[in-house]
């Protein structure tokens, strides 16, 4: 089960994250990785004060690029280092965002949806709850995210914990694999999830999104160096992928 590539990882701006930059560089080298990219939590361009806990400000932003880069082309000849972010999409600030980001040299983000309908004034969607109106917004809210095309794939697509009946969170889930599967969207099976015991990588979404044809991808979600691991070192991965049916 060794891939090749992880671009899914967090650097200490994001507030929760341990360890250097050069210390997941060379987990990600030891662990058999060619391709590495960092995604921290994407800054938002608030501008009514708020200082977000999860997030890099955005003066941290060239901060974050010119460590990557120089950490690029210092390990050039034994490793891929790629610069990505983890973008959460508020509608309110995406387009002067998407504005900042262009200015930047930045390879690609992916979509990593916490908060519905926002951070400031929304939930967090990781919080249990039985309201499929919670669960509806949080389908709709990816989906209109993913329609900008900006985006690599969607990273935890299950991270929302609904705990209400099957057929509700089916119902709402199985627009979201739709949408993947005509667009070509891969869905991310997430290490940390399963590293931490949290809710997700959730068996339920990912047997339907198995048996609906959609295509999967691998991602570390790593916020300490030592959790840069292939598939087949995350504890519980080569059994949930049986029982779900999904392969990279």
């Known amino acids: 089960m ?27 080298i030891k662990n058999g990785y060619k391709v590495l990219g960092f995604s921290d939590h994407t800054p938002q361009p608030y501008t009514d004060g708020f200082v977000s806990p999860i997030r890099m400000d955005m003066d941290e932003l060239d901060g974050y690029l010119e460590t990557i880069k120089a950490l690029r082309d210092e390990y050039a ?3 891929e280092i790629r610069t990505g972010l983890e973008v959460e999409y508020f509608p309110e ?6 504005k900042e980001l262009e200015k930047r040299d930045i390879e690609y983000l992916i979509l990593g949806q916490h908060c519905v309908p926002d951070e400031e004034y929304g939930v967090y969607a990781g919080s249990a709850t039985d309201s499929e109106e919670q669960l509806r917004e949080y389908v709709d809210l990816v989906i209109e995210a993913l329609g900008t095309g900006k985006f690599m794939y969607l990273a935890h697509p299950d991270l929302i914990h609904f705990t209400g009946p099957d057929d509700i969170y089916l119902r709402h889930m199985t627009r979201l694999c ?9 869905l991310e099976v997430n290490g940390q999830g399963l590293i931490l015991q949290r809710w997700y990588p959730c068996e339920r979404f990912f047997k339907l999104a198995s048996d609906m044809g959609c295509s999967f991808i691998f991602g570390c979600d790593a916020h300490a160096p030592e959790h840069v691991l292939q598939p087949s070192d995350v504890p519980g991965l080569p059994e949930f992928m049986k029982h779900t049916g999904i392969s990279f």
Do not use: P, W
């Not at 600030?93 to 998407?98: G, H, I, V």
């Not at 739709?178 to 891969?186: G, I, K, M, T």
């Open 2 to 28: 060794g891939i090749k590539a992880n671009y899914h990882t967090h650097t200490v701006r994001c507030k929760h994250a341990t360890g250097t930059e050069r210390e997941y560089v060379e987990s990600a």
């Open 77 to 79: 000849d034994r490793i």
């Open 178 to 186: 739709e949408y993947a599967l005509d667009n070509n969207v891969q």
């Open 93 to 98: 600030y995406f387009d002067e965002l998407m």
